[in-house]
């Protein structure tokens, strides 16, 4: 089973706020985007990977994959202007051997051995899985009174979370399910690669994810992201969080 992985790195991370690119932000003076890539390198499934990033971060995330010596890196592209552009542009570099596709945020940086072979096990038979976790809070529908944007949120009504998982990645598709998926719906604004497949009408399966699975998408997610190093054990170098 030939699997090639895409890691998404393409983004702006405007949210962050910061002049450094995110994947590049450094948690234990180690790069967030090295964290996944040294696991997905590691794991004997992965037989290739290509990274997705942009314009801004070119140069260091090939220094990083130099640094640490990252195996299995077939290509790095850069990505386009929303997600699934950037997604694209990886597909179109895949080995034609290629049967399985894993698709990952580089900024989530906790990936394990596990979840990988679980996601890649489970897409062997439905041909689409993906990683989440149960939703612990209480969810409210939300609706403005008054004048649209301007009007006061009030409660519409509470939603029953006993089904509603929060999803992460990794993501694995056979290829041409992914493929398919982007060739009639890569135009639709989505917020993960699921939601195309869905929309195919295909099934999709979900294996339990970890609550150490974050994305860093704000500078507090980098505490948490010590935290959970802290937790694993991990030794910590000097400076222990460095932006």
Same mark, same amino acid.
């Given at each position: 089973m030939y699997v090639t992985a895409i890691v998404l790195a393409a983004g702006r991370g405007l949210r962050f706020n910061l002049k #450094? @690119?995110?994947?590049?932000?450094?948690? %234990? @003076?180690?790069?967030?985007?090295?964290?996944c890539l040294n696991t997905l390198s590691k794991h004997p499934y992965i037989r290739d990977i290509i990274v997705v990033v942009n314009s801004r971060n070119l140069e260091g995330v090939l220094s990083?994959? /130099?640094?640490? /010596?990252?195996?299995?890196?077939?290509?790095?592209?850069l990505g386009g202007r929303l997600r699934q552009d950037s997604v694209r542009n990886g597909l179109k570099?895949? *080995? @034609?051997?290629? *049967?399985?596709?894993?698709?990952? *945020?580089?900024? /989530?940086?906790f990936i394990d051995k596990e979840l990988v072979s679980a996601l890649v096990n489970a897409a062997k038979k439905s041909g689409a899985a993906i990683a989440g976790v149960p939703v612990k809070a209480t969810i409210k529908k939300v609706k403005r009174q008054g004048l649209r944007s301007m009007g006061k949120p009030v409660v519409e009504k509470t939603i029953n979370r006993? %089904?509603?998982?929060? #999803?992460?990645?990794?993501?694995?598709? /056979?290829? *041409?399910? #992914?493929?398919?998926?982007?060739?009639?719906?890569? %135009?639709?604004d989505v917020t993960d690669d699921a939601m195309l497949v869905e929309k195919l009408g295909?099934?999709?399966?979900?294996?339990?994810g970890s609550s150490d699975n974050i994305k860093i998408t704000t500078l507090e997610d980098l505490v948490i992201a010590e935290a959970i190093l802290k937790a694993q054990g991990v030794q910590?170098?000097?400076?222990r969080l460095k932006i």
């Open positions: #450094i @690119s995110k994947p590049l932000v450094e948690i %234990n @003076s180690q790069a967030l985007i090295v964290y990083k994959i /130099r640094q640490y /010596r990252i195996a299995k890196i077939k290509d790095v592209v570099v895949m *080995d @034609s051997l290629t *049967d399985l596709v894993l698709i990952h *945020d580089g900024v /989530r940086p006993n %089904n509603l998982w929060e #999803i992460q990645t990794p993501q694995v598709f /056979r290829k *041409d399910l #992914i493929l398919k998926a982007y060739g009639r719906f890569g %135009n639709v295909a099934k999709v399966s979900v294996v339990l910590y170098a000097e400076p």
